[in-house]
């Protein structure tokens, strides 16, 4: 049973610091979604790439934000500086080629403290 | 621009109770719609979705979605709850991107689904 998987699952850091979260995609699946999950803003796409070329990045603050696709098996995102206000649940979602299902990873919980 | 409307953020219903969790759409072209279910501490799960057809879709879980195209609404049933279906229910559209004929999902809000015993 493939799945996403998303590394860590849990972090907790300090202001300012610089935070990394992988994904690694479902063999094959070449879209990759990048969400961020709150409670007050609810889920919010940041970004997406396509064959690792990116699509979309409007909604990810440019500042502090950065997604990559090194490769087809990882996806990162990345914040320098970290603040609190990104405290949240991230996402990743994939999806194969020619197909509209999005299959979602368990997320990286992130706390800044 | 595609959008969704879940009006209710929270559903209370009794175990061995029909559920509706309420969708409205707002698209410019063909709508194409998504049920997904988040359990706590978990990703999201793809129900159901729409592309074309039956107005009637049939997905996980004995879930079922109804398509109305006048009413522009998507919503989500079943004909008897379980305690185990409370969980958070997204809905959600699909976009075109640019020069493909796949794109981002546009989800809605959430709606909190509540099963009591």
């Known amino acids: 049973d493939a799945r996403v998987t998303q590394t860590p699952r849990h972090k907790v850091t300090e202001m300012g610091q610089e935070v990394t979260m992988r994904c690694q995609p479902i063999?094959?699946?070449?879209?990759v979604f990048w969400y961020r999950q709150t409670m007050m803003q609810g889920l919010e796409l940041l970004a997406y790439?396509?064959?690792?070329?990116?699509?979309?990045d409007s909604g990810m603050p440019k500042d502090r934000f950065s997604a990559e696709m090194p490769d087809a098996t990882l996806a990162t995102l990345k914040i320098q500086p970290s603040e609190p206000r990104d405290s949240a649940v991230y996402f990743c979602?994939?999806?194969?080629?020619?197909?509209?299902?999005?299959?979602f990873g368990p997320g990286t919980r992130l706390t800044v403290l | 621009a595609q959008s969704v409307a879940q009006p209710e953020d929270q559903v209370n219903v009794a175990e061995g109770n029909p559920l509706t969790v309420k969708c409205t759409y707002s698209?410019?072209?063909?709508?194409?719609l998504f049920w997904y279910v988040q359990y706590p501490n978990r990703g999201l799960q793809f129900l159901l979705k729409?592309?074309?057809?039956?107005?009637l879709v049939k997905g996980s879980y004995g879930f079922e979605a109804e398509f109305n195209k006048s009413q522009t609404s998507f919503h989500l049933k079943k004909p008897s709850a379980l305690v185990s279906d409370s969980a958070l229910y997204f809905c959600?559209?699909?976009?075109?991107?640019?020069?493909?004929?796949?794109?981002?999902?546009?989800f809605g809000r959430g709606t909190q689904l509540t099963v009591w015993p």
């Open positions: 979602a994939n999806s194969a080629p020619y197909t509209d299902t999005q299959y």
């Open positions: 063999l094959g699946h070449n879209t």
């Open positions: 790439f396509r064959n690792r070329a990116p699509l979309d």
């Open positions: 698209v410019s072209g063909n709508p194409y």
């Open positions: 729409y592309i074309t057809g039956d107005n």
């Open positions: 959600a559209v699909r976009d075109w991107d640019r020069g493909s004929t796949l794109g981002r999902l546009y």
